[in-house]
């Protein structure tokens, strides 16, 4: 396997898809990168770039300075697209950049910067809620250019759901005649959200939740988190580095001991203790709360089939108890369903829906779940 696509952890199976494209020479002009943030998409996207180019890469000097502008996410062989927040007094014929603060210019300078030396860093913008119109024409002016030296530049899209109506036709017109050499990687956790126009004419690649262990390795090399701390943030990650990062900063005990009570309220009809149980994570000055709560509960019902199977708990074992409870009154209920809908019901959370409805909606779906089951 190519050396570049070796530094991405994790992702076996997309990384030998990638090997094989490498192999053959006959490479799509459009990919799509689906799976839940934190899981190397940008990552395995850069070092694809870098390894198309060595391959192709004319001189050792050529090749050493295009390394170099991949990896800094640099035009003219890069175009980063990601959401931005709106300028003051901003049209749909002004430029990305142009209504914008120099705060603003600045801090997207150093989130862009930060992104290029860690990969796994969650570009952070305030206001920045969608990819807009102004920004797919600027990939225009990317595409106008020839460089002889430069066999394959490229357009990452971070957050390509998060494209507007406007921005998805107005890309879909580039997807339809893509320039020679040119490759463009969308990159997001919600593929449903892109226009099946555009789905369509995208090579699609499923990204997998990373094992423990490779989130232990992302944390400790990228972050310079402590291993016993990056360890106890692994376990409960899901597989998502990001979910690790947040876990990190919060007292993970106390936040398990409210998840505990919480559901205890949920499951047992309890809607008004749930609910201001529920409110105290709304309330925490982090943010994605919710989503975390989420991911917990997501976690503790993994247990709970575990335990069915003979197997000892990987997540609560320290709640051991809710567990037994829990099987020994509802041992015949599905759980496949209630962790399919509270994973959806996390995606909200992405959509910018308002918070306290999630968590009303996140009350009932586990009240729901028990009486459907009582009725079995």
Known sequence: MNNFLNEVPGQLQAKKLL????DSSNIPHAFLLTGKEGIGKFFLSIKFLQALNKKYSSDKESEIKNHRTIQNCSEPIVK????????????????????LSSD??????????????????KINIPKANDIRINSIRDIS????????????????????????????NALLKNLEEPPEGVIFFLLTPYPEQLRETIRSRCWQIKFQPLEVEDIINVLTTYFNIEKKMAERAARFSSGSVDTAIALVDTELDKLLERTIIFLRFALGNRFEEALTTGS????????????????????????VVRWRAGKDPVFYFEYLDTIEKFNSKFSELVLADIMFNLDRLSMEVDRNINQNLILLKLVYELAFFIKRGAKV
């Open 19 to 22: 090997n094989s494209i490498l």
């Open 80 to 99: 980063l697209i990601f959401p931005l927040p709106r300028g003051r007094n901003e049209s749909e014929n002004s430029g990305p950049f142009e209504k």
């Open 280 to 303: 105290e994570f709304l309330n925490s000055d982090k943010q994605d709360m919710i989503k975390i709560l989420i991911s917990l509960i997501i976690a503790w019902f993994a247990d």
């Open 104 to 121: 603003e210019i600045e801090l997207i300078s150093g989130e862009i910067e930060t992104k290029t030396k860690n990969p796994y860093h």
């Open 141 to 168: 002016k990317f595409l106008s250019f020839s460089y002889g030296d430069i066999k394959f530049r490229s357009v990452i899209l971070i957050d390509s759901h998060l494209m507007n109506e406007a921005a998805q």
